[in-house]
């Protein structure tokens, strides 16, 4: 489970950092110290929980330095925002969204599975960067429509703009997701030896189906309540769903890490 938990709150953190760049500075520099706290502290426990690995790849290795380095970033970045080094505001953001890639490809070199085919590579890096997008663009949304009690004269379009970016990360996670399956249908196998086709009607399969519900179909329809509320600038309705929706993509995505870790298919 530390391996599931370590996964997540990565993916966590480097998505709220990397969502901080689609918001405008009318939010407040309130704002944006939380969010990079936020994501500072996701990433520091996350460290914290990190699975021991006995003999660790040049990848790991990649991984760790860059989450460190994001880390340090995002406490730099909290730190100094609104005071005397804010101009140096951008060189932080652009380390804590770097490092974040970089740590999303060496962590998906670590986790690609060759029992997923000679695209599993890919799929795997793609399948992070989804997920870290998702969860990114989900918690910012939900904390930039709860800051319109703060700042209640905050343009609608900077919500507007998130929540677009929300809608589209959920339907690239879903055409990743899709493509997964598609390639675990043509070459994964359990260690019975039993095909992906026999796994999905398994009793097994009940996390995977509620990964494709909770993750996939919850986000998608409730984003797209979000923005139809949001069109007519009811903030606090589209603030109660976004809510709603960051809760069905969190425990869509620890599904998806739990299906990684037992099954190793990227969903």
């Keep these: 489970m530390s391996s599931v938990l370590f996964l997540f709150l990565t993916h966590l953190g480097i998505g709220i950092a990397a969502s901080l760049l689609l918001v405008g500075q009318a939010a407040g520099v309130k704002f944006f110290r939380f969010n990079a706290g936020l994501a500072a502290?996701?990433?520091?426990?996350?460290?914290?929980?990190?699975?021991?690995?006995?003999?660790?790849?040049?990848?790991?290795?990649?991984?760790?330095?860059?989450?460190?380095?994001?880390?340090?970033?995002?406490?730099?970045?909290?730190?100094?925002?609104?005071?005397?080094?804010?101009?140096?505001?951008?060189?932080?953001?652009?380390?804590?969204?770097?490092?974040?890639?970089?740590?999303?490809?060496?962590?998906?070199?670590?986790?690609?599975?060759?029992?997923?085919?000679?695209?599993?590579?890919?799929?795997?890096?793609?399948?992070?960067?989804?997920?870290?997008?998702?969860?990114?663009?989900?918690?910012?949304?939900?904390?930039?429509?709860?800051?319109?009690?703060?700042?209640?004269s905050m343009e609608i379009s900077l919500l507007q703009r998130v929540v677009k970016f929300h809608i589209g990360s959920a339907v690239v996670r879903i055409l990743v997701v899709g493509a997964v399956l598609a390639a675990a249908l043509a070459s994964w196998q359990s260690p019975s030896g039993a095909g992906f086709d026999r796994y999905l009607v398994s009793i097994e399969a009940v996390f995977l189906w509620q990964r494709v519900l909770f993750g996939l179909a919850g986000p998608i329809v409730l984003a797209w309540?979000?923005?139809?509320?949001?069109?007519?600038?009811?903030?606090?309705?589209?603030?109660?769903?976004?809510?709603?929706?960051?809760?069905?993509?969190?425990?869509?995505?620890?599904?998806?890490?739990?299906?990684?870790?037992?099954?190793?298919?990227?969903l």
């Design 41 to 152: 502290i996701l990433l520091l426990i996350a460290l914290a929980f990190r699975p021991e690995i006995p003999a660790p790849t040049t990848a790991d290795r990649v991984a760790l330095a860059a989450l460190v380095a994001v880390s340090g970033a995002l406490l730099v970045y909290w730190a100094t925002i609104g005071r005397i080094l804010a101009r140096l505001r951008p060189v932080w953001i652009a380390i804590a969204v770097g490092g974040g890639a970089i740590a999303l490809v060496a962590q998906a070199a670590s986790w690609t599975a060759a029992e997923m085919g000679p695209a599993a590579g890919s799929l795997t890096i793609a399948s992070f960067f989804s997920s870290a997008a998702l969860l990114g663009g989900a918690c910012t949304a939900m904390i930039l429509g709860h800051w319109y009690l703060v700042l209640p």
């Design 225 to 266: 309540l979000t923005w139809e509320t949001a069109k007519i600038q009811s903030t606090q309705s589209a603030t109660g769903i976004l809510y709603v929706d960051f809760f069905t993509v969190i425990v869509g995505e620890v599904l998806a890490k739990y299906l990684l870790v037992l099954q190793r298919v990227p």
